[in-house]
């Protein structure tokens, strides 16, 4: 292995390089830390460009910036997924982040009061660490999903592009979230759809620029402030959406019925090869998307600091019991809106005066 191969010692060392670790990056650079982000992507924003085809954000432009740079356009518009990851490109270009792109750290440990990570043959040195890697690294899939027969055409959402991928027949969507209700309406148009599960509440307003305008900035405002690790409410609040889906912003269940999915209880298991559901297996199932959301991988960070659900023991972003490692962009890791970009950009701006200056 190399030692450091590029830039030498490090204060801090963000490893991902998404919105969440470019925010941070930001507010590390203003205060002059010699620092350097590693993305596992070959792109800045492939995280976004990765997701499928025609996803729009539901926060409205004027909410989608990073610290120092508004996003561009109307503020009231919805950007797509490629509006932002080209973004961030820009972003990182403009404030001149030190990114190291397609560099994927496969091990992070601690020697002699340091931090190293090591990526294919090449390690990086640093006092600090912040892992920004995201909450949607892996799949949270069902141990039947492999019992489907070979037939069936299966992918989780953070596979689904577009309806091309699809055989011909039906296609059942597990889990009613956002992303299963977008899905299931796009591909409603060109298959037969069935979704299973029931939502977790819906918006009570038509999204849109009308709700952009007076209906989101209470959202946004209750997902920063209001609903928080620091409020009783809050804590009560994030233990229910760590497990359950959002309530549905955009596409809701009666767009669903109007356009003609049908509505089936959660599916429990596989029986033949087919998916089960209220105790019998369903036929004619040609496809299944798991819109069943993710689950943490940090099997790669040595220090022992996860819970026995494998999140890490923080708060507001600071590890517990591990100096110097810190956390970003987790699901409710401190707000309900933390896996955001108006959340992950708040949280940055608190955790970059939290960092100590590393000898
Ligand atoms: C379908 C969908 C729609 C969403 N819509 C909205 C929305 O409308 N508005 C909103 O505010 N939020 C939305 N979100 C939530 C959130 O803003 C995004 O998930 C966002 O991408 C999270 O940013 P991040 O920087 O925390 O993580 P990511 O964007 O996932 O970035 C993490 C980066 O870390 C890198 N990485 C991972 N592991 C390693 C490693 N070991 N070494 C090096 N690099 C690594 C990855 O390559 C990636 O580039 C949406 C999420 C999804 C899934």
Same mark, same amino acid.
């Given at each position: 292995?190399?030692?450091?191969?590029?830039?030498?010692?490090?204060?801090?060392?963000?490893?991902?390089?998404?919105?969440?670790?470019?925010?941070?990056?930001?507010?590390?650079?203003?205060?002059?830390?010699?620092?350097?982000?590693?993305?596992?992507?070959?792109?800045?924003?492939?995280?976004?460009?990765?997701?499928?085809?025609?996803?729009?954000?539901?926060?409205?432009?004027?909410?989608?910036?990073?610290?120092?740079?508004?996003?561009?356009?109307?503020?009231?518009?919805?950007?797509?997924?490629?509006?932002?990851?080209?973004?961030?490109?820009?972003?990182?270009?403009?404030?001149?982040?030190?990114?190291?792109?397609?560099?994927?750290?496969?091990?992070?440990?601690?020697?002699?009061?340091?931090?190293?990570?090591?990526?294919?043959?090449?390690?990086?040195?640093?006092?600090?660490?912040?892992?920004?890697?995201?909450?949607?690294?892996?799949?949270?899939?069902?141990?039947?999903?492999?019992?489907?027969?070979?037939?069936?055409?299966?992918?989780?959402?953070?596979?689904?592009?577009? =309806?091309? &991928?699809? /055989?011909?027949?039906?296609?059942? +969507?597990? @889990? #009613?979230?956002?992303? %299963?209700? !977008?899905?299931?309406?796009?591909?409603?148009?060109?298959?037969?759809?069935?979704?299973?599960?029931?939502?977790?509440?819906?918006?009570?307003?038509?999204?849109?620029?009308?709700?952009?305008?007076?209906?989101?900035?209470?959202?946004?405002?209750?997902?920063?402030?209001?609903?928080?690790?620091?409020?009783?409410?809050?804590?009560?609040?994030?233990?229910?959406?760590?497990?359950?889906?959002?309530?549905?912003?955009?596409?809701?269940?009666?767009?669903?019925?109007?356009?003609?999915?049908?509505?089936?209880?959660?599916?429990?298991?596989?029986?033949?090869?087919?998916?089960?559901?209220?105790?019998?297996?369903?036929?004619?199932?040609?496809?299944?998307?798991?819109?069943?959301?993710?689950?943490?991988?940090?099997?790669?960070?040595?220090?022992?600091?996860?819970?026995?659900?494998?999140? =890490?023991? &923080?708060? /507001?972003?600071?590890?517990?019991? +591990?100096? @110097? #490692?810190?956390?970003? %962009?987790? !699901?409710?890791?401190?707000?309900?809106?933390?896996?955001?970009?108006?959340?992950?950009?708040?949280?940055?701006?608190?955790?970059?005066?939290?960092?100590?200056?590393?000898?």
């Amino acid at each position: 292995m190399n030692t450091n191969p590029s830039p030498g010692t490090l204060d801090t060392l963000v490893i991902g390089g998404g919105q969440a670790g470019l925010a941070m990056g930001h507010y590390l650079k203003r205060q002059g830390r010699r620092f350097l982000i590693l993305d596992a992507n070959p792109r800045i924003g492939d995280a976004w460009r990765q997701r499928w085809d025609t996803l729009r954000l539901f926060t409205p432009a004027k909410y989608d910036g990073l610290p120092g740079m508004p996003f561009p356009g109307d503020g009231l518009s919805f950007p797509t997924k490629d509006e932002v990851a080209d973004y961030l490109e820009t972003y990182a270009a403009t404030f001149d982040l030190p990114v190291l792109s397609g560099i994927r750290v496969e091990r992070l440990w601690r020697e002699q009061g340091r931090y190293v990570a090591a990526s294919d043959g090449r390690r990086w040195e640093a006092g600090n660490v912040v892992v920004a890697t995201g909450c949607t690294q892996a799949p949270r899939l069902p141990d039947f999903a492999p019992d489907l027969a070979p037939s069936i055409v299966q992918l989780h959402s953070s596979e689904y592009r577009n =309806p091309g &991928q699809l /055989r011909d027949g039906r296609v059942l +969507v597990v @889990g #009613l979230g956002n992303s %299963g209700a !977008e899905i299931a309406l796009e591909v409603s148009r060109t298959h037969p759809t069935v979704v299973a599960g029931k939502p977790g509440g819906e918006l009570p307003v038509r999204h849109g620029r009308n709700a952009a305008r007076f209906v989101l900035p209470v959202v946004r405002f209750l997902g920063l402030y209001v609903l928080t690790l620091d409020t009783p409410i809050g804590r009560k609040a994030a233990p229910h959406k760590l497990t359950h889906a959002d309530p549905l912003i955009r596409t809701k269940s009666k767009d669903l019925a109007a356009a003609g999915v049908e509505f089936v209880p959660r599916v429990t298991g596989v029986q033949d090869g087919r998916p089960v559901v209220a105790g019998s297996p369903l036929d004619d199932v040609s496809n299944v998307i798991w819109c069943t959301g993710y689950r943490e991988s940090f099997d790669w960070i040595e220090p022992q600091v996860f819970d026995g659900g494998g999140r =890490p023991r &923080q708060h /507001r972003g600071v590890a517990a019991d +591990v100096p @110097g #490692l810190f956390f970003l %962009g987790e !699901e409710f890791m401190f707000a309900a809106a933390s896996a955001t970009l108006p959340g992950s950009c708040r949280d940055a701006k608190y955790l970059a005066s939290k960092i100590p200056v590393a000898s």
